[in-house]
C-alpha cells in the first residue's frame, strides 16, 4: 500500500525478506500504543472536535499545522508539557482506533505516527535520558531534518527496544544534535535512514562529524536509497546497508 506521495512505507528498512506484513503493522501499532500510554488525566481535555481536526493534520502529514495547532493549544499553560502530552497521546487513542475500524489505513497511520512523534520531541516533554545503568545495549536512531522518509527508522527502534535495547531517537533534528547524542551515550550502534528522494550528499556532514569522535560506532544505513548513497560516504566510520530490520538486528 503507498502513500498519497506514491511511496510504500514498508520499503524503508523493512523490505526484502526480512520483515513483512502483519510484523511491520504490529510495530507500528506499539509505537502507537507507546504514545497512547501516556495520555493522563488533563485538566482541560481537548474535545471531541479538536482531536478530530488534530488527527487530520497528522493524516495529512502538514506538521506546520498540526504544530500551530498544539502550540495554540498549549499556550501559556504551566502545564504545556504535560498537556501537549497528553493531547499526542489522545491522538493516538483516535488513530489506533480508526484504524482498527479500517477508517484509515496503514500508509495513512504511518504518516500520523511520524508526525506525532515529531511533535513529541518538539512540544511535549523531553524523553526521559538513556542511561548506561544495568548495562542494556544503547542505540541512537536519527532522521535528519527535510529527508523525505523517516518510517522506517521508527519502526526499526520499535524493534530494538523490543529486542532489550535502549534507544534514543531523534527525528527531523540536525546533525549537531545526533552529534550531541551519540557523545553523550557512547551507543553501540547508530541507525540512520535515506531515501531516494533525499538529495544527495544529505548524511556526508553527519558521517565527517562521526569521524571527528575519538572512538567509532557502528552505523546501520536503511532506506530505499542506502546502497547508492553509502558508497560515497566519508571513509571512516564503519557503515553498513542493511535492507531489513531484521538483518539490522543481526548485525549487531
Known sequence: MKDRGGHDPHRDWTRHDGLHGDAVEALARAVLARVADRAGVLPDAPSPEFLESFCTLLVSGDAVAAGNLLRARTAR????????????????????????????????????ITQILRLNQAYARRPVPVTRAGAPRVGVFAALPGQAHSLGVVLAAEAFRQSGWQIELLLNRPERDVVEAISRLRPEVVGLT?????RPGRLSPLVHALNRLPYRVPVLLGGTGAATVAPALPIGQHVRVVTDIVSALNAV
Do not use: M, N, T
Not at 83 to 100: F, Y
Not at 194 to 198: G, K, L, T
Open 77 to 112: 499553560r504551566q502545564s504545556y508539557a504535560q498537556v501537549a502530552d497528553g493531547i499526542l497521546g489522545s491522538a493516538a487513542r483516535l488513530l489506533g482506533r480508526k484504524w482498527d475500524s479500517d477508517a484509515l489505513s496503514f500508509a495513512e497511520v504511518s504518516v500520523a
Open 194 to 198: 535515506v531515501s531516494v528522494e533525499d
